[in-house]
């Protein structure tokens, strides 16, 4: 294909193996789009061409493919969930009663993989980050689980330092208990 005139929009793989590239060119005088298939060898001067008209590399064309996939992901997920709905497989509101016995219909919402990772990455991150004794039975069952954890390692069960792991033992913070922890695996 000849790359005068055109625009690079995106490049993704089209298989696990990573051997073929989907590139999607634009046409900067109308909004014609062309699609293109090139084969990874470092040697082929289509290749070649491809990253440095698309000013690309191997690692971004990785990343455009992961990202793609992400969104099919998300994409795939709130068909399901439109259908089941549409279907009456997932209810689309809750009925709850107040005191007062009235009856009110809340919309649900149903989070998708991607908002569920998320919540639970900042909460875990807050969690073990955290520097403050906690009050909350979670964040306390958390520490207890991974101290056992943590003290069933060799490398920590058999650790010369016990100075360190009653440090382990007594952190009072998800913060004393990881610093401690580094400093036997380490």
């Known amino acids: ?14 298989s696990p193996e990573r051997d073929t590239i989907e590139v999607i060119w634009g046409n ?6 062309y699609q293109e298939y090139v ?9 070649q061409d491809l990253l440095k008209e698309a000013k690309i ?15 099919s992901r998300r994409e795939f997920e709130l068909s399901a969930i439109k259908i089941g709905q549409e279907e009456g497989w997932i209810p689309k509101v809750q009925v709850e009663e107040t005191e007062d016995g009235q009856k009110i219909e809340k919309e649900i919402k ?44 060799d490398k920590i069960r058999e650790h ?16 004393e208990m990881l610093n401690a922890a580094v400093k036997l695996l380490n």
């Open 1 to 14: 294909m000849d790359l005068k005139n055109k625009v690079f929009i995106d490049a993704v793989f089209t």
């Open 39 to 47: 084969q990874v060898d470092p040697d082929s001067k289509s290749y």
């Open 57 to 71: 590399d191997f690692d971004d064309i990785i990343e455009a493919t992961a990202e793609r996939n992400r969104q």
């Open 160 to 175: 010369d330092d016990t100075k360190t792991k009653a440090a382990l033992r007594k952190s009072k913070t998800p913060l």
């Open 28 to 33: 900067p005088d109308n909004e014609e789009m």
């Open 110 to 153: 149903i989070k998708t993989e991607h908002e569920i990772k998320e919540v639970v990455y900042q909460n875990l991150s807050s969690m073990i980050f955290s520097n403050e004794v906690p009050e909350d039975r979670e964040i306390k069952e958390f520490m207890f689980m991974t101290k056992l954890y943590l003290f069933d390692q």
